[in-house]
């Protein structure tokens, strides 16, 4: 028991944004639970009135579908209910005639070819409807995909540091799906049935307003156990939802580390970690379930109950009053077709719920800040030399907390800067500033003695090559792969880049070459061979600065050989960063810069730091080790 409370604790602690313990809310200590009972508070009310308007702006610019879908639907419920009162004449003409005479079989068949000829021409108009509101709706969703998607490629790189992609994911599957349920099928069965129940009203009041009044008085008993259910199901909901981002997150994340679970084995506590968010998955969709598959029997119970009494008093009335059976007739089919409508309304709730739940968790990236605009008076040279300068900057992730502290440096034309130090000191974090990943709290960044923040973010990243640590290639071919550090790269030019990185070799000797299809994310190539490809896009990029993060970590001591030769010419009039642990890679750099804690304690060419005998010595002798 003591083993199961610490996972749930560290799983709190990991997704205690996005999941909470099931039932009474996991207890008041649990701050996951809290943060989602605030979740689905926030599912209702104003938020929720704000997504549904939202999402209505969707489907507002299908208007010319929706207003046929309309018309057809008004037309076909038109039509339904005017067949229905059809017997109404029929019955007391053709078959019970008020008047005591014998019936008519001829005028029945004529009656009853009329009623199916208006049935059909009904079925004709639904089919219609549904096409057009099924178009708008798929429209519309695809409208709400390509927003989301292209949202996505605005937030800045701490959005996704801070979010995990599973989660990300969920809400583009999961969440849009489920908008999508409500824009296609949902969305009719709402339409069709406020028409029918609206026709079907008014129809009755014009047979008997007496028993009309009757079941007006009976209907808001029928709505107070709806919205009480819709109430409680609408937190389960939301928790669902979160719930189901949270099991996704933590699908992609041991399915990526599988070999780190394996080698470690790991499996039998991923298999439990997994069971609670599972298992907490399951209990929030059991009660989201529950309480949505209420609304349908509640609905049934409450109509039979109205049919009941409907036709208890029909029937006295027909004695004491003189209402005729033809008329008693179709108000008791009018009290069936009026608990259709609403069965059908309240039994969608549970869809609608789960579509507005997962529409907030999408509206809530797309309200996410963007990346910062670029100045609308943006400078854009003809060309960057890559003249780098950082001074006085101070930078945290959190404002709270600095990383970085007081850093000043410059890198000319040509040069190369190479940053060492312990892990944590900063030292990715400084190349991360010069893209603008992050913005700094106080001093300047500039290039070309240009503030970085006066370039347009693309101008300024398409001037910066970056080789990460981490590698990833995209599904496709490996000349692809390598184009993709310059789109408009020629095919020599990419073989030209594979040859200076080191790459050209082992391509070659690919079943397929250059041609050879990567999957996975490059699973059926070593990691030193990925890295080669990740350094060919980079070569290929005509970007006038160079950022290395552990660019040849990856790749064994005689490739790395090979490939800083081929970077020394890759950085010929280029300024480099190079981020190192292996402090032979950095001899030649025109300065090294040694961090510690965010600040920059030794500063000079490999020569004058063992000189001095500081921290760098240690480092180089193996007198200290490096973190």
């Known amino acids: 028991m003591e083993r199961h409370e610490k996972l749930e604790a560290s799983l709190d602690r990991r997704y205690g944004k996005l999941v909470a313990k099931a039932g009474k809310g996991g207890g008041p200590g649990n701050r996951g639970a809290k943060m989602a009972e605030e979740q689905a508070n926030a599912g209702t009310g104003k938020n929720r009135k704000q997504t549904i308007a939202r999402l209505f702006k969707y489907v507002l610019l299908e208007k010319n579908r929706m207003i046929g879908a309309v018309v057809c639907s008004l037309l076909s419920t038109v039509l339904t209910l005017a067949t229905s009162y059809m017997l109404r004449p029929i019955i007391n003409t053709y078959i019970v005639p008020v008047d005591g005479s014998r019936g008519d079989l001829a005028g029945l068949i004529k009656s009853v070819a009329l009623m199916f000829v208006l049935h059909l021409l009904s079925v004709v108009l639904l089919f219609i409807q549904m096409r057009l509101l099924a178009k708008a709706g798929q429209n519309s969703l695809k409208r709400l995909r390509t927003d989301l998607y292209n949202k996505l490629q605005k937030l800045p790189v701490k959005y996704y540091d801070t979010h995990p992609r599973g989660d990300i994911m969920s809400r583009f599957t999961n969440d849009v799906d489920n908008v999508g349920m409500l824009l296609g099928s949902t969305l009719i069965t709402l339409l069709s049935s406020l028409l029918t129940l609206i026709g079907t009203v008014a129809l009755m009041f014009y047979t008997n307003w007496l028993l009309s009044l009757i079941i007006i008085f009976l209907v808001p008993f029928t709505m107070f156990f709806v919205s009480k259910i819709t109430k409680a199901s609408s937190k389960y909901f939301s928790r669902q939802q979160a719930s189901l981002g949270a099991v996704n997150g933590y699908i992609e994340e041991m399915v990526t580390g599988q070999k780190v679970i394996k080698v470690f084995n790991h499996e039998d506590m991923a298999v439990e970690e997994f069971g609670i968010l599972n298992e907490r998955l399951r209990k929030n969709q059991f009660f989201a379930q529950f309480f949505g598959g209420l609304m349908g029997p509640v609905s049934n119970a409450s109509n039979q109950v109205i049919y009941t009494v409907t036709a208890v008093v029909a029937g006295i009335l027909c004695v004491l009053r003189g209402f005729d ?303």
């Open 325 to 627: 059976i033809g008329g008693m007739t179709v108000f008791l089919n009018y009290t069936r077709q009026f608990g259709r409508p609403v069965n059908e309304i309240a039994q969608q709730a549970t869809s609608v719920l789960s579509a507005l739940a997962g529409a907030e968790r999408v509206f809530a990236v797309m309200d996410e800040l963007p990346e910062p605009e670029d100045d609308e008076d943006a400078y854009i040279p003809e060309k960057m030399s890559g003249y780098v300068k950082m001074e006085n900057v101070y930078f945290g992730y959190k404002p709270e907390k600095m990383v970085l502290k007081n850093i000043s440096l410059y890198a000319k034309p040509g040069q190369k800067i190479a940053f060492v130090g312990s892990t944590g000191a900063g030292k990715t974090t400084i190349t991360n500033l010069i893209n603008r990943f992050y913005d700094i709290q106080q001093g300047t960044i500039t290039i070309d003695d240009v503030d970085i923040k006066h370039y347009p973010m693309e101008y300024l990243r398409k001037n910066i090559a970056v080789v990460l640590q981490d590698t990833h290639l995209f599904t496709g071919t490996i000349m692809e792969n390598i184009r993709y550090g310059r789109l408009d790269a020629t095919d020599a030019e990419v073989i030209e880049a594979a040859k200076l990185a080191s790459a050209y070799s082992f391509i070659k000797r690919l079943p397929d070459g250059f041609n050879t299809m990567i999957e996975g994310d490059g699973a059926n190539l070593s990691q030193g061979q990925r890295q080669l490809i990740n350094i060919a896009r980079a070569a290929i990029s005509k970007a006038p600065i160079l950022v290395l993060d552990e660019a040849t970590s990856s790749v064994d001591t005689r490739t790395e050989k090979h490939i800083e030769q081929g970077m020394d010419a890759l950085m010929t009039d280029r300024t480099t960063f190079v981020i190192a642990h292996r402090l032979s890679t950095v001899r030649d750099a025109t300065a090294i810069m040694v961090l510690e804690n965010g600040e920059i304690i030794e500063r000079g060419s490999h020569d004058e730091l063992l000189n001095l005998g500081g921290r760098y010595y240690e480092l180089y002798t193996g007198k200290k080790e490096l973190d």
